[in-house]
């Protein structure tokens, strides 16, 4: 069975902060990691992944993401946040066809 | 390129009452999902298409949840008679094919509310 735990729940941060979420999986082969994010009013978008090769994955909007394989993490990371970056975060993981295992995300609220 | 077209939007009705769904992926996308997704839950699969036959359907509650896609394009996801715990938003989503890391398009969902 494949699961994935994402801890924060709610953050709030101030413009230009550091951000970071975490998400943790447990699947016992190989894995697919990905974040998806879900704008206000919008639908779910893809906002990086990791297959294989180097375990820093850089995606949209500066947002990046570190596949710690000996810490089953796939941590969410971005220097400098936006408002614009108000959203909820989702991590998923597919362990095997194509079937996704999600998170239950999280809300970002970002303040002027 | 058109994303994931779905409708309605909304749907609001009583418990035991039926309800439909419907899903128009990407063009030329062979593979076709329906996700759950509960308020304060991560979306969860209930039924994985490929082209018109079935890949997975492990998660969906067979004695009131049905699905097809018969044309290996659009879909439609049937619930009958609804119960109030069904009240979620369903997503479709299709890929260009099967596999671990095929990307995922995601339409807007429908908000389903049973009272």
């Known amino acids: 069975a494949q699961s994935v735990s994402q801890h924060n729940h709610h953050v709030i941060l101030s413009e230009a902060a550091s951000l970071e979420l975490g998400c943790n999986y447990s699947?016992?082969?190989?894995?697919?990691l990905f974040w998806y994010v879900q704008y206000p009013g919008q639908h779910l978008q893809l906002l990086l992944k990791?297959?294989?090769?180097?375990?820093l994955v850089k995606g949209i909007k500066g947002f990046e993401a570190e596949f710690i394989k000996s810490k089953f993490s796939f941590n969410l990371r971005k220097p400098s946040v936006q408002w614009s970056d108000t959203a909820e975060y989702f991590c998923?993981?597919?362990?095997?066809?194509?079937?996704?295992?999600f998170g239950t995300g999280t809300q970002l609220k970002v303040e002027l | 390129e058109a994303g994931v077209a779905q409708s309605p939007r909304y749907k609001i009705i009583e418990k035991r009452q039926s309800v439909a769904f419907w899903c128009n992926p990407i063009?030329?996308?062979?593979?076709l999902y329906w996700y759950q997704q509960i308020l304060g839950q991560g979306p969860k699969l209930l039924i994985q298409?490929?082209?018109?036959?079935?890949?997975?359907d492990s998660q969906l509650p067979k004695d009131r949840f049905s699905a097809e896609r018969l044309k290996g394009v659009d879909s439609t996801l049937k619930i009958q008679p609804a119960k109030l715990e069904d009240s979620a938003v369903y997503l479709c989503?299709?890929?260009?094919?099967?596999?671990?890391?095929?990307?995922?398009?995601f339409g807007p969902g429908t908000r389903l509310t049973v009272l």
């Open positions: 998923a993981l597919s362990g095997g066809g194509n079937k996704l295992t």
């Open positions: 990791y297959f294989s090769g180097d375990p």
């Open positions: 699947y016992g082969g190989t894995v697919n």
């Open positions: 063009s030329g996308h062979a593979t």
């Open positions: 989503a299709s890929s260009l094919v099967a596999g671990g890391h095929n990307e995922q398009f």
């Open positions: 298409f490929q082209n018109n036959g079935v890949v997975d």
